[in-house]
């Protein structure tokens, strides 16, 4: 198990920094478990991991006709009255960052709870679910500074598009979830980015200040990626770069290679067999990388190094 390397030393005292995860969760994205492995993970390296702070659950206690309809929906309101709810604390607040503060509050409330405002951070990690503006997660990083880790969570769209018709038809409890396709995409795209409502979903964006994405199409690999993120978070120092994570480096390196006053993008192409480079430096010197379980054994993957292009071919 890894070493928490973020304990400070008070005497003979051993304390454990307060920890607060924010998950960003494009729509129909299995954000469930990847919080549920967040906080396995955690748990077993020392904090307490209270309830998830679920931000639509919030709402409902606020007033209003747009929070109203959460109150009196089933299942807490369909998935557009959860985003008209956002949009409305939001827009009427005229801070991105609202239904952040939401969340903000939810802890404070914990601590005032057990009594842990008058006696210092105690060893507690925080999950908030799910912020969907890019400036929900600059304000709570802002609070908590490295204190705070943002966890973007992604499936392929196709895998997204019919979890949300499964939804839809759970919900309204009649038809094939073929009648809900349209409605499922459109959903999507607004979660994705509502570009003419400047204080409306924009999960997009928000996933490029995230500090880690994970997603696979395949249960085990989500669960990997996850749990190699919290230990290398805690100071494993074991997990090496995966061959994408190395491109992405060598992408970055690239892009800051360029003079351009325009955009600065930089591309690396690398093989996805699991074979090292050939180190510069040194003739005979390798690098390899741990590959995680992948469908693809052979062939090249790319990297993009200009956040826009890439999470456009995510989302």
């Known amino acids: 198990m890894a070493e928490i390397v973020a304990r400070e030393q008070s005497g003979d005292e051993l304390k454990q920094p307060e920890l ?28 307490t991991v209270p309830e998830t702070i679920k931000l639509t659950a919030l709402l409902r206690e606020l007033r209003g006709p747009a929070f109203d309809a959460l109150k009196n929906g089933a299942d ?38 057990q009594g842990r405002e008058r006696n ?10 799910s912020l969907k503006h890019p400036t ?35 919900r309204r409890r ?3 979830l073929g009648d809900f396709e349209s409605e499922a995409v459109a959903l999507i795209q607004r979660d994705q980015d509502e570009q003419r409502n400047p204080y409306g979903q924009h999960v997009s964006e928000a996933f490029a200040v995230a500090d880690v994405i994970v997603g696979a199409s395949d249960t085990r690999d989500l669960r990997q990626s996850t749990e190699r993120f919290i230990d290398a978070f805690f100071g494993d120092w074991t997990q090496s770069p995966t061959i994408d ?56 993957t790319r990297s993009c190094a200009h956040p826009a292009q890439g999470l456009e071919r995510l989302l």
């Open 20 to 47: 607060v995860f924010g998950l960003i969760g494009a729509l129909g994205a299995d954000i469930g478990a990847v919080e549920g492995y967040v906080r396995d993970r955690v748990s077993r390296l020392g904090y």
């Open 76 to 113: 807490g309101g369909s998935i557009a009255e959860k985003m008209d709810a956002g949009n409305e604390l939001r827009t009427v607040t005229k801070r991105g960052e609202a239904m952040a503060m939401l969340g903000v509050n939810g802890i404070r409330t914990y601590r005032e709870e």
């Open 120 to 129: 210092g951070p105690q060893p507690t990690a925080f999950i908030i679910n």
């Open 136 to 170: 929900e997660v600059l304000a709570l990083r802002k609070i908590y500074g490295s204190a705070f880790v943002a966890i973007a969570v992604f499936n392929e769209r196709s895998e997204r598009t019919k979890a949300v018709q499964a939804r839809l038809a759970d």
């Open 174 to 176: 009649r038809g094939e």
């Open 245 to 300: 994570e190395s491109g992405m480096f060598y992408a970055q390196g690239a892009r800051y290679r360029s003079a351009s006053m325009a955009r600065q993008v930089g591309s690396a192409i690398l093989r996805t067999d699991g074979n090292g480079r050939r180190d510069r430096h040194e003739r005979r010197s390798q690098s390899w990388w741990r590959p995680l379980r992948r469908g693809r054994q052979t062939g090249w």
